[in-house]
């Protein structure tokens, strides 16, 4: 007698996974966080300039301004005598005006005086009296126009930037103290399985510490989650049980074991016989057999056991879409042929070296190791091979 064919989707493509993922994640609310909160956080409306930046024509050197036709001549042999008038520095201005033969001295970041377009550095001056005398022409190039960086009313920042350093500071240039973000996801994490086993408890034979708890947490940190960490659970349906009901409040669960084809896979058979499936296995390697479903509305995504399997899913599926990034993929040249699978697209692990990648050689989905040494995921497309010299696309690790 056949088996029935399941009503859900077996062996998807990983982009129709990390859709159909992103698809069940619930709308990100909107908070107001300061400047000093704003680190890792996903802008959720544009971001446009209060102000201009500079906020007047500045000088980028230590020297003097003064009138550039006043300097024409100036030579090392034959320097150019400029009258001093007052000075100019950051936060005080000089407010007169400087007429033909006269400059200010002026520092980094402040003002041209009315009358000025040009400066001459100050390892090109030399002081006499109230005069200086100039060994080269004065230039306007070291001279930052007005709104030369942003003008008030630019729109700068787009809503979906993930605000690193650089950015914030960009926000408090604009002139916003507080920004509008998306709220964070809050997800739930839990491991499984019977051999799993806390770090720095005695092992058993057969028994494996719970890599793929810390390792995913940290990972779901690095996206800017809020973790709930349910800890671990046995093979046990009772005790999944118990553990997915108290995800409560959160928008997403990650399990990590009990998905694939074994007796002993309980997440897999709760999910179809009591929750609800979206997908089961994906075409990838590492990772194929990761199950997407739902349990009384908490969306579930469940990822294999195996440590490597685990945490590339992870990073090619579950981190896009948690935070709205496309995966950021390189192309380099392959330094050594990668396999192609007939049905699958393989990640496999490669170091890098310059513009080229090399294959990682132990690429079993049980060698953790491989990608704390790796530099990169090398992905091979369904049957095509890549062959020493090709170019080939990578995700950074």
Known sequence: MTAPRPDFPM???????????????????????????????????????????PSA???????????????????????????????????????GTVGEGECTRIYTGAPMPP??????????????GD?????????????????????????????????????????????????????????????????VVEPGEPLSAGQVYDSNRYGLAAMLRECGCDVLMLGHAPDSPDALHAAIESAGGADLLVT?????????????????????VAFWKVRMRPGGPALLGGWQGLPVIGLPGNPVSSLVVFHVIVRPALTGQSLQSLTLRAATPFRALPDKTAFWRGVIDGGTVRDYGRQGSGILRSLSDADALVIVPEGRAVAAGDDVQVVLL
């Open 11 to 53: 062996h998807v493509s990983v982009e129709q996974a990390r859709e159909m993922l992103a698809a069940l994640l619930p709308a990100p609310a909107t908070e107001t966080v300061g400047l000093a909160d704003a680190l890792g956080r996903t802008l959720a409306a544009p971001l446009g300039a209060l102000v201009s930046h």
């Open 256 to 276: 990590s074991g009990g998905v694939s084809m074994g007796r002993y896979d309980f997440m897999r058979d709760l999910l179809i016989e009591h929750g609800r």
């Open 57 to 95: 024509t500045e000088s980028a050197l230590d020297g003097i301004a003064c009138r550039e036709a006043d300097t024409w001549a100036a030579t090392a042999a034959a320097p150019v005598r400029l009258r001093v008038v007052g000075e100019s520095r950051a936060g005080l201005p000089f407010t």
């Open 131 to 195: 005069d200086v005398l100039l060994r080269r022409p004065a230039s306007p190039g070291d001279v930052r126009p007005e709104g030369g960086d942003f003008r008030a009313g630019d729109d700068v920042m787009a809503a979906g930037l993930l605000l690193t350093a650089p950015r914030v500071a960009l926000a408090a240039a604009l002139g916003h103290r507080e920004l509008a973000v998306r709220r964070r996801h809050r997800v739930a994490l839990l491991s499984t399985g019977d051999e």
């Open 115 to 128: 009358g000025t377009e040009a400066i001459c550095p100050v390892e090109e001056l030399a002081d006499d």
